[in-house]
């Protein structure tokens, strides 16, 4: 399995964002790269304040019922090219998500992202932003097993979600815009990123081997989907 180094401009995520080739299938959007990086960056800052304070897990029943006590063997943005391999929304819905997780952040300052509910968020934002950006969408059910938990268990935090936000999931032009604008920014101010391209379906019948996939389902499933209440 190969890979190579390719770096990310503003222009070239912005040329992404807007006109992502799906003829490719070994691609992923650059904003995965971009996303995932802000959200470890963010990840690292609030689980240093935790360590430095007695930080104990929010009061709110919905937002307790994101936390998971087992952690998946798997980097954010392994999570997020998992997401994208399986449901292939477009980037814009990535972007709307990080709205979402944004505006949530903002609305309970209580909920800090860590490792014990990253997932699930992601899982739960992404699957509403395709509601509200795409025209065309999987169930509940299959956004579900793509991240590891019973129907029951996103619904669930579907729920949860949609009342932590005050049902306030418009996101109009101009906020999407300042929210690309801000990956934009995120992408210069670092430099530029680069990005492993690793070849994935380069491996003998990955993409077509259901027996594999159905095994990669149910590891998740096991972590993502743990018993934490």
């Known amino acids: 399995m190969g890979s190579s180094a390719?770096?990310?401009?503003?222009?070239?995520?912005r040329s992404d964002l807007y006109s992502f080739s799906y003829q490719d299938e070994s691609n992923s959007p650059l904003v995965i790269s971009v996303l995932a990086s802000l959200i470890e960056r963010s990840m690292a800052r609030n689980e240093r304040t935790s360590r430095r304070s007695s930080w104990m897990l929010p009061k709110d029943p919905r937002i307790r019922e994101f936390y998971c006590y087992q952690v998946p063997d798997m980097t954010i943005q392994s999570f997020l090219?998992?997401?994208?391999?399986?449901?292939?929304?477009?980037?814009?819905?990535?972007?709307?998500?990080?709205?979402?997780?944004?505006?949530?952040?903002?609305?309970?300052p209580e909920f800090r992202i860590t490792s014990s509910n990253v997932y699930r968020l992601l899982v739960t934002t992404i699957m509403v932003a395709s509601k509200f950006v795409e025209d065309m969408n999987y169930r509940n059910s299959y956004f579900a097993k793509?991240?590891?938990?019973?129907?029951?268990?996103?619904?669930?935090?579907?729920?949860d979600f949609l009342f932590l936000m005050g049902f306030k999931l418009h996101v109009n032009v101009s906020v999407f815009e300042s929210y690309c604008c801000h990956l934009e920014r995120e992408?210069?101010?670092g430099g530029g990123y680069h990005i492993e391209r690793t070849l994935r379906f380069m491996c003998a019948g990955e993409i077509n081997s259901k027996h594999r996939d159905e095994h990669d389902f149910n590891k998740l499933a096991r972590i993502v989907g743990c018993g934490s209440h």
């Not at 390719?6 to 995520?13: C, F």
């Not at 793509?146 to 729920?159: A, Q, S, W, Y």
């Open 146 to 159: 793509v991240g590891g938990l019973t129907t029951k268990e996103l619904n669930r935090l579907e729920v």
């Open 81 to 108: 090219e998992r997401i994208f391999r399986y449901t292939r929304v477009g980037p814009p819905v990535y972007v709307v998500a990080y709205a979402y997780i944004d505006r949530l952040c903002q609305m309970h």
């Open 187 to 189: 992408v210069s101010i």
């Open 6 to 13: 390719t770096p990310i401009s503003p222009a070239r995520l």
